[in-house]
Each structure stands twice: as C-alpha cells, then as structure tokens.
C-alpha cells in the first residue's frame, strides 16, 4: 500500500514541477452568471452555458416534473429497460431539430464519440482527425482500431493528401479497402475558430470518405433556430454523422448522435457506451428536450440575438487591447498566454479582481499554448463584458503579462 501511495506522490510531484498541477474549485452555488466559491462572488467567465439556459424555469420545472414521474435514476442500459419515454421524446425532438431521418441521445458527449467512431470504424479501416479534436475523439479513435492519421489543423491540403494516400495504401490480397472517416469540430472548444465545412463536404465527397462532424460548440448558437454551423452553411445533409452535446448550450447534459435511421440502428447495436451504460437520467432528458424548445423558439432568437452582441464587446475591448481573436465570431475568447505558469497567475489575478476565468494548459491544450479561456454568455450584461476588458487592460500581452 505505501508503494502504491508513493508511486502516485511520485508522479504527482512531477506534475507539479511541470506546472500542470489542476484541483477542484468547490462552489456553493449554481455555475450561474455569478459563482460563489471560497467564500467570495466571482463573475463567470468559464462557462459552456452559453445561452444561460441551465437556470432557466423552463429547464428546471422539466427536469423536475421528469424526476416526479419516472424517478431519479433509469434502472438499466437503455436495452434492458431503461429505455424511458423522456429519451424517446428527447430523440425525436433532436432528429427534428438537426432535418435528420434519427437521432439517439448517449449519457455525454464522450460517451457519444467514444461509442460512435469505433461502432463506425475498425481494424483496415482508417480515421482521420483534425489536429485540434476534442479527447473524446482522439480516444475514441484508438479506442477504434482504425489506422490514425491527423491533418494539420483546418488544413485541406494537408487532409487532401491523407485521403489521396488512404487510396492507395496497400491492402491485404483479398481484403476489401476498408471505410476511411473524417472526424472534426465545426467550432474549436479552445480557440472558437470553425472549420471550413463546405469545403470539408466537398472534399470527402471527392474521396468516398464519411464526415463526423462534433458541433459541441455550435448547437443552440449558429444556423437557423440554432441547428449549428453545418445549418448554416447548408451542408447539414451531406455529413454522414453529426455530433452534438446536451450540456453546453443546450443547459442540460448528455450527447447526441444525428444522421440516418440505419446509422441510429447501428449504434444501438454496437455503440458500447450505449449498450453497456445505464441510461442518462430522466431528468437530464427532459430538460434536454425543454432545452430545444426554448432554443428554436423566438425566446431562443433573443438569446442568440443577446449573446453575440456580448461577444462583438468582448472581441472589441479584447482587439483594442491588442489580443488576437479568432476570424469568426464565437462565444470561445482564448486569451493565449503561452507559458503554462504565466497563465495560471494570469488566472488568479482575475480572480482577485472578481472574475472567474480558467487557465487552459496541456494536455487539453498543446505545451506552450496555455491560454485563458474566456466563454461570453447570454446572461452577462454589458456591464459584465466592459468591467471584464477593464480588468484585463492590467495584464496586456505587451505589457509581458
Ligand atoms: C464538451 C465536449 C465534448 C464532451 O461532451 P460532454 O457532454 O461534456 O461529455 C465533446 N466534444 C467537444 C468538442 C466538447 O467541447
């Protein structure tokens, strides 16, 4: 048991040294527009709820009503009888939102990836990452056994000559040539910038090849009645898989998983993080499907209306103070500071000065590319944006941090 205890302090102390040492924050409220956490009221800046929709009275008498009529918890994995009318509600109302024949709800979003690429794809198979996926995708991918390749982030060239090699790999006599799958976000969780989707369906049209594309960041906020970026850029039909996540915008938690009817049959079949997992809980589902309601409503046009006017403060204030910020507009600000340490005392000076703004270090983010990531919500006020650039125009990047 010492040995044991030892060898993790031992790592442990590595970690540290190297910087990257993360705890948790307790707070003792909801992770609202304000947090309360040690004592103090800090404004965040941390949140995926872009739309604010966690708090709302809708959300919440819908998960309350869920918890009153069908319980707390499932009772098994959705194929042995914990496959609840919330879920099938929730499901309908997801195929519909995304203008897709299916749609099948997974407990997150990584349990979403995790159990789709390697339903999808396998051994003399290839899959094909951007640069910047999320982890799910990553382990997902590995987990699959397909051959992994990545392309240099949003590169199309560079993809371009993975799927042209993907061709002409050489295959076993007698084997088939295998099944080759683009994976990508259609808006970056650390850098807010998009992929270019239209050309993306172009290309793996070009070369036979399917597209997953993971909208965590999208769903709720782009296209019409916040269907995502794929909507809005009219491509949506064309992505054999489309990804997206219940606990971001939407306020509640969960992933999903949109596209064909055969494509939801498959996963049911042989996405093993749906299979072998108890169901999300009834709570979670119809506070999901709550979540759509209000998104696709006019009430989900103000939001959006309310968000991005927050977001074009930000990018200003930030642009004046000579931040860089991505090309399009996203509720994802990342400040790039660099230096893993730097970040995290960038990090604790907002939080004296009142604001809650985590340090993102590797390995969610490449080494050297520690950054604060500051998310806007539809529930900040503009007060809230302009007392935030104030309190950054301490710690200009020309001013060395
Ligand atoms: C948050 C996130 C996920 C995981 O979703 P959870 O529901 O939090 O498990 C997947 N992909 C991306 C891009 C994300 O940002």
């Not at 205890?5 to 992770?31: F, H, K, M």
């Not at 259609?186 to 239209?198: E, K, R, W």
């Not at 990018?315 to 994802?332: C, F, K, Q």
């Not at 270090?361 to 006020?381: E, F, I, Q």
């Given at each position: 048991?010492t040995?044991?205890?030892?060898?993790?302090?031992?790592?442990l102390?590595?970690i540290r040294?190297?910087?990257?040492w993360?705890?948790l924050r307790?707070?003792?409220s909801?992770?609202?527009?304000?947090?309360?956490?040690?004592?103090r009221?800090l404004?965040?800046?941390?949140?995926n709820?872009y739309?604010?929709?966690?708090?709302?009275?809708?959300?919440?008498?819908?998960?309350?009503?869920?918890?009153?009529?069908?319980g707390a918890?499932?009772?098994a994995?959705?194929?042995?009888?914990?496959?609840l009318?919330p879920?099938?509600?929730?499901e309908a109302?997801?195929?519909?939102?995304?203008?897709?024949?299916?749609?099948?709800?997974?407990?997150?979003?990584?349990a979403a990836?995790?159990?789709?690429?390697?339903?999808?794809?396998?051994?003399?198979d290839?899959v094909?990452?951007?640069?910047l996926?999320?982890?799910?995708?990553?382990?997902?991918?590995?987990?699959?056994?397909?051959?992994?390749?990545?392309f240099?982030?949003n590169?199309?060239?560079d993809l371009?000559g993975?799927?042209?090699?993907?061709?002409?790999?050489?295959?076993?006599?007698?084997?088939?040539?295998g099944n080759?799958?683009?994976?990508?976000?259609?808006?970056?969780s650390?850098d807010g910038?998009?992929?270019?989707?239209?050309d993306?369906?172009?290309?793996k049209?070009?070369?036979?090849?399917?597209?997953?594309?993971?909208?965590?960041?999208?769903?709720?906020?782009?296209?019409?009645?916040?269907?995502?970026?794929?909507?809005?850029?009219?491509?949506?039909?064309?992505?054999?898989?489309q990804m997206?996540?219940?606990?971001?915008?939407?306020?509640?938690?969960?992933?999903?998983?949109a596209?064909?009817?055969?494509l939801?049959?498959?996963?049911?079949?042989?996405a093993?993080?749906?299979?072998?997992?108890?169901?999300?809980?009834?709570?979670?589902?119809?506070a999901?499907?709550?979540?759509?309601?209000v998104v696709?409503?006019?009430a989900?046009?103000?939001?959006?209306?309310q968000?991005?006017s927050r977001?074009?403060?930000?990018?200003?204030g930030?642009?004046?103070?000579?931040w860089p910020?991505?090309?399009?507009?996203?509720?994802?600000?990342p400040?790039?500071?660099?230096?893993?340490?730097?970040?995290v005392?960038?990090?604790?000076?907002l939080?004296e000065?009142g604001?809650?703004v985590?340090?993102?270090?590797?390995p969610?983010?490449?080494?050297?590319?520690?950054?604060?990531?500051?998310t806007?919500s539809?529930?900040?006020?503009?007060?809230?944006?302009?007392?935030l650039?104030r309190?950054?125009?301490?710690g200009?990047?020309?001013?060395?941090?």
């Amino acid at each position: 048991m010492t040995a044991f205890v030892e060898t993790l302090r031992c790592r442990l102390d590595g970690i540290r040294e190297q910087g990257l040492w993360r705890e948790l924050r307790r707070l003792d409220s909801p992770a609202g527009r304000w947090i309360e956490t040690g004592g103090r009221r800090l404004l965040n800046c941390a949140s995926n709820d872009y739309l604010g929709l966690a708090a709302h009275p809708v959300l919440r008498a819908a998960a309350a009503e869920a918890a009153r009529r069908f319980g707390a918890g499932s009772g098994a994995s959705r194929l042995i009888c914990g496959s609840l009318a919330p879920h099938h509600e929730l499901e309908a109302a997801l195929a519909d939102f995304k203008g897709a024949a299916a749609a099948l709800a997974f407990s997150s979003g990584y349990a979403a990836a995790l159990g789709t690429i390697p339903a999808l794809v396998g051994p003399g198979d290839v899959v094909v990452l951007d640069k910047l996926v999320h982890a799910c995708i990553v382990d997902a991918a590995r987990l699959s056994g397909a051959k992994l390749r990545v392309f240099a982030h949003n590169n199309l060239a560079d993809l371009e000559g993975i799927l042209r090699w993907s061709q002409t790999r050489p295959r076993p006599v007698g084997e088939p040539p295998g099944n080759v799958l683009v994976v990508t976000e259609s808006v970056f969780s650390m850098d807010g910038d998009q992929a270019p989707l239209t050309d993306l369906v172009k290309l793996k049209d070009q070369f036979g090849a399917w597209l997953m594309v993971d909208e965590a960041h999208a769903t709720g906020l782009y296209g019409r009645q916040g269907r995502g970026l794929a909507d809005a850029l009219g491509v949506a039909g064309r992505i054999e898989v489309q990804m997206g996540t219940l606990g971001k915008a939407l306020g509640a938690a969960g992933g999903f998983i949109a596209g064909s009817r055969e494509l939801r049959e498959l996963l049911i079949n042989r996405a093993r993080s749906f299979v072998f997992s108890t169901a999300p809980v009834p709570a979670a589902s119809a506070a999901a499907t709550a979540g759509l309601e209000v998104v696709r409503s006019p009430a989900g046009d103000e939001l959006r209306t309310q968000l991005w006017s927050r977001v074009r403060q930000l990018r200003d204030g930030l642009a004046n103070l000579g931040w860089p910020v991505p090309a399009e507009p996203s509720a994802i600000l990342p400040l790039i500071v660099g230096d893993e340490a730097a970040a995290v005392e960038l990090a604790s000076r907002l939080r004296e000065a009142g604001f809650f703004v985590p340090a993102i270090r590797y390995p969610t983010v490449a080494r050297s590319a520690a950054r604060l990531r500051v998310t806007v919500s539809a529930a900040h006020s503009p007060e809230d944006v302009e007392s935030l650039v104030r309190a950054l125009a301490d710690g200009r990047p020309a001013d060395g941090l």
